[in-house]
């Protein structure tokens, strides 16, 4: 059910890291560890299950909202995620539509 603002004490701005602020420009990221960062958690800080499907909650959106900033790589197996990125300049990126299934036929 929505409350009044009035019931509350503070308000505070929502804001959210830019990628440049956020990831190391570097390293690729895993989806999980996008998540910690985006709440000052270190990368590899240990967290409940529950409180990780929260934090996934916040991080997928902000990959999308930020997508033209990052690059992203295939899971190195199959058990791991994709990782990403902070795009750094145009030669991050593989220019083979082949590599990413988007070739025609």
């Known amino acids: 059910m929505p409350r009044p603002?009035?019931?509350f004490d503070d308000l505070f701005p929502c804001e959210?890291?830019?990628?440049?602020?956020?990831?190391d420009e570097n390293l690729m990221y895993s989806v999980y560890e996008?998540?910690?960062?985006?709440?000052g958690l270190d990368a590899d800080a240990e967290i409940d299950?529950?409180?990780?499907d929260v934090l996934l909650d916040w991080?997928?959106?902000?990959?999308?909202?930020?997508?033209e900033?990052?690059?992203?790589?295939?899971?190195?197996?199959?058990?791991e995620p994709?990782?990403?990125?902070?795009?750094?300049?145009?030669?991050?990126i593989t220019d083979d539509a082949d590599e990413m299934g988007n070739a025609e036929e």
């Open 49 to 52: 299950e529950g409180v990780e």
């Open 69 to 79: 900033a990052l690059v992203i790589a295939e899971p190195p197996n199959e058990e």
């Open 59 to 67: 991080a997928i959106p902000w990959i999308m909202r930020n997508s």
């Open 82 to 92: 994709g990782y990403y990125g902070l795009k750094t300049d145009e030669a991050d």
């Open 34 to 39: 996008i998540a910690r960062l985006l709440q």
């Open 5 to 7: 603002k009035a019931a």
């Open 16 to 23: 959210f890291y830019t990628p440049e602020e956020l990831l």
